[in-house]
């Protein structure tokens, strides 16, 4: 059968649903299907709405393990920051009170621009099944289904929710505008990260019999055995290692991360701080703000490899993700694999994933002094630092590896679309 996955990144970019993709498009083709992925070539997400950040610089048209990757040069002219940011504001402010979808649904397919999306996706001939992700960015999804239906295809869709905290309703108004409403109720198939989302999808009116519950998975194997004293010496890390996974943001708790520290620290508690992750201009403007002793300790590395990936968990002695934007959260079970502790915030999908006391701690999101203290507990108490980090590995392995999360994916595809995806030739290695 012929594939086609639409996501807004791929690898060489790291990120949680580009690497999410790569593992299902890639386990696709090696069981004998013929797997395309179509996405952009920005590097940087605000290269979406800003053509001076980073774009990938590779081929338009590769082989990446056996799956062809096709890269839609990204078009800017007038969509810029503020037409494409003001554009997302008042679209969640109109969804309060319009429910008329055309506006709504015309505008996200030109936030952000990829004239030469559809060609792509069947640059390689008629897709049986079109598999779209992401409803942040859902101009590319709401394409993507414009395709399958055009073609008969079936269309299957992984909307990787932002919720926010159950108290706040704005996170949720920005994932149920009337268009998005829509595509989530045209799917053929829907899979959502956590029970949470699943309900969430439900109360949209999609059918329960349409949405599969599967998660995000890890290979243990590829995260273990870094080296942990090297990362520290070649970084000039003392003392209670505190690390930070993913794209540095405000909404990502990364700034409440650098106060905590810098809270820590002012009360005389050896600690400090190493994050990995592009960053958002958003993070660099408010973090320069701050004053220098808040930023003592702060490590800040950029995109890193995964050799080097593999070294900090090493190296770390505490993962923190405090993020009120997260569908799943995949770097808590990237620690787990090293028998790490996690911090999270107690909002979107992590709560499901990670529970206070038993696996991790969990704080308010925006609240720099409380995560403060959740580190200094666990500095000053290794031994619940230990129980915390091999439950998390317990449940890691018992659930969330990629085997366990790929085979609920082809049950899924075989319950609701009706394929044995197994039927093809088997190349598993």
Known sequence: MRWVFVNHRYAPFLGGSEQHVQVLAEHLARRGHEVGVVTSNAFDLEYFWDGSTRRVRRPEVEQVNEVTVRR?????????????????????????????????????????????????????????????????????????????????????????????????????????????????????????????????????????????????????????????????????????????????????????????????????????????????????????RLPAEVCEGIHLLGVITQAQKRDMLAAIDVLALPSRSESFGIVFLEAWANKKPVIGANAGAVPELVRTGENGLLVAFGRPEALGEALMRLKRNPPEAVTLGEAGERLMREKYTWPRVLARMDEAYERVLGIDVTGCAQRES
């Open 72 to 288: 839609v040069p990204v078009a800017h002219g007038w969509n810029r920051p503020l037409t494409f940011q003001g554009g997302r504001r008042g679209m969640g402010e109109a969804s309060r009170w319009l429910s008329w979808e055309w506006p709504f649904r015309e505008v996200s397919r030109r936030f952000p621009r990829l004239p030469d999306l559809e060609a792509a996706m069947l640059a390689d001939g008629t897709p049986d099944i079109v598999f779209a992700t992401n409803l942040g960015l859902e101009g590319l999804a709401l394409r993507a289904h414009d395709v399958a239906r055009e073609h008969g295809a079936a269309f299957a869709l992984m909307p990787l929710l932002h919720l926010g905290a159950k108290d706040d309703p704005v996170p949720r108004r920005y994932v149920s505008m009337p268009h998005q409403r829509r595509l989530l109720r045209d799917a053929d198939l829907v899979f959502a990260m956590t029970e949470m989302e699943a309900e969430f999808i439900s109360g949209l009116g999609v059918s329960q019999s349409r949405i599969a519950v599967v998660g995000v998975g890890v290979f243990p194997d590829k995260l273990v055995g870094g080296d942990g004293a090297r990362f520290r010496r070649d970084h000039q890390l003392e003392g209670f290692v505190v690390g930070a996974l993913g794209a540095l943001a405000p909404e990502k708790g990364t700034l409440d991360l650098v106060r905590a520290v810098g809270y820590a620290r002012a009360r005389r508690v050896a600690m400090s701080l190493v994050a990995a992750g592009p960053e958002l201009s958003t993070f660099s403007r408010e973090i320069a």
